[in-house]
Each structure stands twice: as structure tokens, then as C-alpha cells.
């Protein structure tokens, strides 16, 4: 019988975890063995006795490292070095550095950021989609909490409140939800993004679409493709001179593991109201979509403006996130294991698009890529 370990996370700041008491039943149902750390779901609200009841088996770290066959986590834990030989990993996202120190240690690291989202049958195991979502939502309500005034427009005695103004920029999964719950919330709502195919996408929520001259940046698969110099360039001076009306902004072009494109430059910045509050969903130590913007951190700027870091949202709504997480985890597991063994074929498209490391070698070809520009320069 397979065992599979759900540890605590370690990562700052991170309350998720990898697995819930009803991800834990599913797997249970398909007879596989559960082990959960003790305390793993506490920071997520799931306690010790929800799993048992649904179960699975509480036990130390030691133990769940010492018997699980595959160990399920958010990030990547920080005692790496407690992995056995043969085990297998899944992660949200396993950097390339990493990638390396497992492969050498012989660990099948599987990283679901990698994930084929084309795929139709790979949906349910879309975590970064899941993610977004959660970050998109709660963007608009660390907004709406730092913003000096209503989101909807009031009518009262004392007069009429005018709505905020909200421009999110990117129309993906994340840009999308914001757009929606702003909407929710009462704002006037405008999306933007370079691709011409989110345009529908943006005017079916009933926002508005801001339109800026410039060429389209649709690139592969309907993701955006990286604009080049002169584009950005064009890009951003369209933006600066329509920046200044809006009393909110979301940028949420995120790029795992690399650098985001910087959308909101120092020149829009200085057009932005007093007031004005700019939430960064790509700000990490990679960089952001927001000059001046700084991971997990708010900053005031000398003219008034809020800029708020936010690239790891998902994790201050711990419930929700875990859940859909849960949901993703059980789907790519359904489909790692057969027989009821953790099989690895990669001429499977979705398994060669999420191992990363196998038998010792780093098998992803894009991770081995990044490697070797990393090793020759």
C-alpha cells in the first residue's frame, strides 16, 4: 500500500496545506494510507481530529519522512535533507536550484507550476488557476482595506459618495476574479490587457476595457508573450496618460520562478492621485509589475500613493486556498498512481509536464535548460 505524507509547512508566512480532512478521505477511498503531521492544517483551520475522523493517521515529522511513500506540500520544506532516497515530492513550485539537490539525492520531485493548463484533462489539477483565483479575490479586499474611501457609491443625507475607480491590469485567472469582486463590491470597474483575446474576456464581466495603441501580446497558447524593449517602452507611456483617474490598481502578471514585466512604471506612478492605492500581485524577490513596489510589504510613496506587495495572497485565505489545492493534489495523484503504486511514465504528457526530477537526473526540459544557462555563465 502507498503511503502518502502531508507535512507542516515551513516557509514564512505560509498557511496553507497540502491536503484537508476530505482530500485525506479521497485518498483513504482509493486505498491509499495517509499520514498528516501533527498540526499541519492548524494555521488552515483544520484540526488533528478532522483527519482522523476522515482517516488518515496523525504523526510526527520524523515519522511521516521515515514512512510516506510520496510527501505532499505548498512550498518545497525546509529540511530537504530529511527526504529518503526513492521518495517521491510534490510541490507548487520546486526552483531549478532545488531541483538539482534533489535529483542528486535521487527524489522524483513533481511540480504542479509546470502543469500543462492547455490540457482540458488537466484541469482539476490546475493549481496556479486555483491559486489565482483565491489572490484575485482577496487583492480587491486588501485594496478596498487600505483605500481611504467607499468602493460602491453611497447615497445618503449628507450627499452622494461617487464609486472608486479600479483599473486591474491583466485579465488572467487572477485579473478576472478581481475584476468580478470589485464589481461586487460596487466600483467602477476597468480591466486592461495586451492580448486582444482577453478584451471579450474583460467586457464580459462588464467592465469597461482600457485600450492603449500598441501591438497585441498574445503569444503562445493565448498566454501574453514577453513584449519586446520598444514595446514595453510604447506600453508604458500609453498607460502613464491614463493611469491618473483611478483611485485603485491591481497588476497581476505573474511570472513563477522569473522576473515579472514591470507595467506600472516610475513615470505612471508619479501620475497616480494622493491616495491612490496600487496592489502588486507579482512582487517577490524576482521583482514586480510596480516600481517601487516590495514583497510582502506596504509602502507609502513621498506624493501619497499606497503600494502594497502581494504576491503570496493565496496564503492569508488559508481555508479556501488549502481546499482547492487539496482538490488539485487528489486529481494529479489519481493519476500519478496506479495499481496503487506512485508510477512514473513520462511519455505522458501530464507527467512529463509536472516531474521534474527522476532516477536521478532532472528530466524537465525546460528546468535542465535553466540549469545549463545557469552552469555556463
Known sequence: MTTVGVLRETAAGERRVAL????????????LRVLVETGAGEQAWFDDAAYTAAGAAAATRDQVYAESDVLLCVSPPADTGS?????ALLALRIDPGLARQLADAKITAVSLDLLPRTLSRAQAMDALTSQANVAGYKAVLVAAAAYAGYLPMLMTAAGTTRPAQVLVIGAGVAGLQSIATARRLGAMVTGYDVRQAAVADIASTGAAVLELPGPA??????????????????????????????DIVIT?????????PLLVSAEAMDALRPGTVVVDLAASEHGGNVAGSQPDATVVTPKGVTIIGAGNLAATVPQAASTAYSRNICALLGHLIRDEAFTVDLADEIQAGVVVTHDGQVVHPQVRATLEKEEQS
Open 20 to 31: 484537508t480532512p476530505d482530500g485525506a478521505s479521497r485518498l483513504e477511498k482509493q486505498n
Open 252 to 260: 497581476t502578471a505573474q511570472v513563477p520562478g522569473r522576473r515579472p
Open 217 to 246: 501580446g498574445t503569444g503562445e497558447g493565448g498566454y501574453a508573450r514577453r513584449l519586446t524593449a520598444d514595446e514595453t517602452a510604447a506600453q508604458q507611456r500609453s498607460l502613464s496618460a491614463a493611469i491618473g483617474r483611478f
Open 83 to 87: 527526504l529518503q532516497e526513492g521518495q
